[in-house]
């Protein structure tokens, strides 16, 4: 167990719609990632908040969005989903910038 | 931009067999190197991580790792594999913002291991 809870574990939606990802990273962590799983991509960096500021942007679509709230727990937004945004969504945090990163058990999402 | 390749998408070994996986970086700099365990339905674990010194660092699980600036590789070994080392390996580099890059792991294609009893 890495200390870095994620909910929900699986979100079965339709197209269109829109969910919320929770996250709440490892206590006196700082920085929390959201990355993304998917077959033909592999692994793929979203976006990094740190002490509640956004800190890095990958490879995130404009429909998709995050927030870090003030007791550090995340949320990554997904909205008019398409049937490629299945995947699985992993959050991550580390105590500082410059740390290593623990991930959270992740979110299976299927857009149907 | 950072890269990662693990050549190998798929190793099969037997059970007590030693084990060495491949993971070269593209990198320009001095960088972060970390291996990583997927196990079916499962999150990420943490096997290992090179930041700087001993070219050579231990992990968990039996777990080594060495790297090699002169191949940039950062190839994952273990002596004497269990059934239950079966999963997917993922190596993954790391770019500080001291040196101008973004604060992101870049991850390699994994590769899978089926351990054979």
């Known amino acids: 167990d890495s200390g870095v809870t994620q909910t929900p574990k699986h979100l079965i939606t339709a197209t269109g719609q829109r969910v919320t990802l929770r996250c709440s990273p490892r206590?006196?962590?700082?920085?929390v990632y959201w990355y993304q799983q998917s077959l033909d991509q592999g692994l793929q960096f979203l976006i990094q908040y740190y002490n509640g500021e956004e800190r890095a942007k990958g490879n995130i679509l404009e429909r998709f969005s995050a927030q870090q709230f003030p007791d550090l727990h995340s949320e990554l937004n997904l909205s008019s989903l398409e049937l490629g945004d299945s995947a699985l969504y992993f959050c991550a945090s580390s105590v500082d910038i410059y740390y290593e990163q623990y991930f959270g058990p992740g979110t299976r999402l299927t857009v149907t | 931009a950072q890269s990662v390749t693990q050549p190998d998408i798929h190793i099969t070994v037997s059970e007590g067999a030693s084990l060495e996986l491949r993971c070269n970086y593209s990198?320009?700099?001095?960088?972060?190197l970390f291996w990583y365990v997927q196990s079916p339905g499962q999150g990420l674990q943490l096997l290992l991580k090179?930041?700087?010194?001993?070219?050579l660092v231990q992990g968990i699980k039996g777990f080594e790792a060495e790297f090699k600036r002169s191949q940039s590789s950062f190839n994952l070994r273990k002596p004497s594999v269990h059934w239950s080392d079966a999963a997917e390996y993922f190596c993954?580099?790391?770019?500080?913002?001291?040196?101008?890059?973004?604060?992101?792991?870049?991850f390699g294609k994994g590769t899978k291991l089926t351990v054979n009893p």
């Open positions: 090179y930041f700087s010194g001993d070219t």
């Open positions: 993954a580099v790391g770019s500080p913002i001291t040196q101008g890059g973004s604060e992101k792991l870049v």
């Open positions: 990198y320009g700099a001095t960088p972060y």
């Open positions: 206590s006196g962590d700082l920085s």
